[in-house]
T-cell receptor, first 114, second 114 residues
Framework: EAGVAQSPRYKIIEKRQSVAFWCNPISGHATLYWYQQILGQGPKLLIQ????????DSQLPKDRFSAERLKGVDSTLKIQPAKLEDSAVYLC????????????FGSGTQLSVL | KQEVTQIPAALSVPEGENLVLNCSFT??????LQWFRQDPGKGLTSLLL?????REQTSGRLNASLDKSSGRSTLYIAASQPGDSATYLC?????????????FGKGTTLSVSS
């Protein structure tokens, strides 16, 4: 089966610019997650969707980050405006249902903010 | 607040050695614990999932144990191979129900030399 697809693979922007990441989960997976992984750290959950509804966005910096999952399939994560500390790998993951026993991760988007 | 710690941060071993990676967590009220593998520039791959009621799980040369009361888990890799070189991440799902966020440790970077 096809895995979780993410694009772009790499992105370099200057601070205060905006950027968007795209994720297409595994077909049939109801739950979608966006994680932020700063170099040398473990991934941190930014937002979790169940179909097109938000389950958990408690760690999403809502003043600059936004995410949507239209039609309960693919999702976009946006940062506007970007800060230097947003430099990280942004990982998308999906699971079959809310119980999320097994997560499948995409390869991530590596963001560098200069 | 749950904190997940992995020791050591890095490990280098010659091919063929058996090795143990350690993971500790501060709050024993977990739903389950997972071990992931992350290759450079790649996403995460789930290796083993241990439910809170279980003591261990095995997959091939990998064996993960869980001692919830002491807040510890170990990942045992038998007869290590160069292809095992990667970063290994431990993650706990907090609470007594599914659907809560995974909390990750910072990982142990393993290098197996031939």
């Amino acid at each position: 089966e096809a895995g979780v697809a993410q694009s772009p693979r790499y992105k370099i922007i200057e601070k205060r610019q905006s950027v968007a990441f795209w994720c297409n989960p595994i077909s049939g997976h109801a739950t979608l997650y966006w994680y932020q992984q700063i170099l040398g750290q473990g991934p941190k959950l930014l937002i979790q969707f169940q179909n097109n509804g938000v389950v958990d966005d408690s760690q999403l910096p809502k003043d600059r980050f936004s995410a949507e999952r239209l039609k309960g399939v693919d999702s976009t994560l946006k940062i506007q405006p970007a800060k230097l500390e947003d430099s990280a790998v942004y990982l998308c993951a999906s699971s079959f249902d809310t119980w999320g026993e097994k997560l499948f991760f995409g390869s991530g988007t590596q963001l560098s903010v200069l | 607040k749950q904190e997940v710690t992995q020791i050591p941060a890095a490990l280098s071993v010659p091919e063929g050695e058996n090795l143990v990676l350690n993971c500790s967590f501060t709050d024993s009220a977990i739903y389950n614990l997972q071990w992931f593998r992350q290759d450079p520039g790649k996403g995460l791959t789930s290796l083993l999932l241990i439910q809170s009621s279980q003591r261990e799980q095995t997959s091939g040369r990998l064996n993960a144990s869980l001692d919830k009361s002491s807040g510890r888990s170990t990942l045992y890799i038998a007869a290590s191979q160069p292809g095992d070189s990667a970063t290994y991440l431990c993650a706990v799902r907090q609470g007594t129900q599914a659907g809560t966020a995974l909390i990750f440790g910072k990982g142990t970077t393993l290098s197996v030399s031939s």
